[in-house]
T-cell receptor, first 112, second 112 residues
Framework: ETGVTQTPRHLVMGMTNKKSLKCEQHLGHNAMYWYKQSAKKPLELMFVYNFKEQTENNSVPSRFSPECPNSSHLFLHLHTLQPEDSALYLC???????????FGPGTRLTVT | AQSVTQLGSHVSVSEGALVLLRCNYSSSVPPYLFWYVQYPNQGLQLLLKYTTGATLVKGINGFEAEFKKSETSFHLTKPSAHMSDAAEYFCAVSDGNTPLVFGKGTRLSVIA
């Protein structure tokens, strides 16, 4: 595997379910990010991790819970989501938090 | 704080015509500037970047951009559009210390 991978690519979940999104980067980077991309809305930065420490949380609801066990892996734990949370969730990584970011293919999430 | 303005949420060009996507930025320090492309149901892919040095930057797929400090602009151009260039394009800025700030994106359509 090369670059940034995300699993699953598609996810349908009910509002009472608990699921997790996984991201893995094979680039040796130190920073990782979660973004939300909704139709007809700007890209929204959700969380930033630098050297496994969370450095930004942009007022994200607590039903989204990130986890970064090491510099190569990033998870987004989801619980009791709302239909408006349906979106493409993108993971990215960069050498340092101000450098160019490399994106995964995204997870298309549908909340029913 | 930095910000990016992409003029035109949708640009349509004929195949073979010049592509011009506009990006203006705001930054209190010399910026790092980036252009990304996103094809449907995929993540963002880095097209090109400017950090220091030559102000005309060449990227992948025949695209280039010129950093103009006096105009606070970083417009993306391509001499001749191909059908395969149809996608969403994002401009981004960094101050070298904080994560990239992305514009709202411009959707490029190419007409045969």
């Amino acid at each position: 595997e090369t670059g940034v991978t995300q699993t699953p690519r598609h996810l349908v979940m009910g509002m009472t379910n608990k699921k997790s999104l996984k991201c893995e980067q094979h680039l040796g980077h130190n920073a990782m990010y979660w973004y939300k991309q909704s139709a007809k809305k700007p890209l929204e930065l959700m969380f930033v991790y630098n050297f496994k420490e969370q450095t930004e949380n942009n007022s994200v609801p607590s039903r989204f819970s990130p986890e970064c066990p090491n510099s190569s892996h990033l998870f987004l734990h989801l619980h009791t989501l709302q239909p408006e949370d349906s979106a493409l969730y993108l993971c990215a990584s960069s050498q340092d938090k101000a450098y160019e970011q490399y994106f995964g293919p995204g997870t298309r999430l549908t909340v029913t | 704080a930095q910000s990016v303005t992409q003029l035109g949420s949708h640009v349509s060009v004929s195949e073979g015509a010049l592509v011009l996507l506009r990006c203006n930025y705001s930054s209190s320090v010399p910026p790092y500037l980036f252009w990304y492309v996103q094809y449907p149901n995929q993540g963002l892919q880095l097209l090109l970047k400017y950090t220091t040095g030559a102000t005309l930057v060449k990227g992948i797929n025949g695209f280039e951009a010129e950093f103009k400090k006096s105009e606070t602009s970083f417009h993306l151009t391509k001499p001749s559009a191909h059908m395969s260039d149809a996608a969403e394009y994002f401009c981004a800025v960094s101050d070298g210390n904080t994560p990239l700030v992305f514009g709202k994106g411009t959707r490029l359509s190419v007409i045969a």
